[in-house]
């Protein structure tokens, strides 16, 4: 899923559910991950508050494994599928529940603070945590796509680069990379970005078109 092969991801989710032995957090999860790539996020939505119940009856686990691992999983999914969904009072109301050591709770803020276009705000949020994931190209992937949005291109590639020395085989900011080198009319060397990226994200339809 993480590698734009919905198709994949939803035969493995049949795979699982034919062998019996589908565990719900992780089936939640994966459908998360589908619908936010198609911008479901009705579904989204519905799934992380799916995986964030499936954590917590899980009684495999003691209660303070389940509550840690539903804060520092479920829960940004869900703040942010909220934010998506434009609920940002709830999304905020969501993350704020979640610790500030986290590294995924970190981008998320900065994530749903981009959506409201608070650039302030989102440059804090990404500097925390790159700072807590310093070998990671999440956050730097994040806040270039942020970056884009607030017309910064040349910010936005100095981000991507980055985020691809840390992580050359992670197809997203590649991707991103070459959208923003044809908004600056540079499809020549954009074309490279993006078959550089086809090799680690061969099903990816967007990337394609």
Known sequence: ALGH?????????????????????DLA????????A??????????????NAAYMADKGFGEGFRTTYAHTHALPLLAYAQARSGAFAKAWTTINTT????????????????LQKNWANVTAWFS???MQGPSLPFAYADWGAMLIAKGDLDGAISKFTI????????ADP??????VLIAKNRSDLALAKFEEADKYAPKWGRLHL
């Open 38 to 51: 198609t911008g479901d996020w009705r579904s989204a939505l519905s799934d992380a508050e799916q995986m």
């Open 99 to 114: 610790p500030t050591d986290c590294y995924l709770c970190i981008r998320t803020r900065g994530q749903i603070a981009a």
């Open 29 to 36: 999860d994966v459908r998360y991950r589908i619908h936010a």
């Open 174 to 179: 590649l991707e991103m990379w070459g959208e």
């Open 128 to 130: 925390q945590a790159v």
């Open 5 to 25: 092969d919905d198709r994949g991801a939803q035969a493995s989710i049949n795979q699982a559910l034919a062998a019996g032995n589908a565990d719900d957090s």
């Open 163 to 170: 985020a691809n020395q840390k992580g050359p085989h992670f």
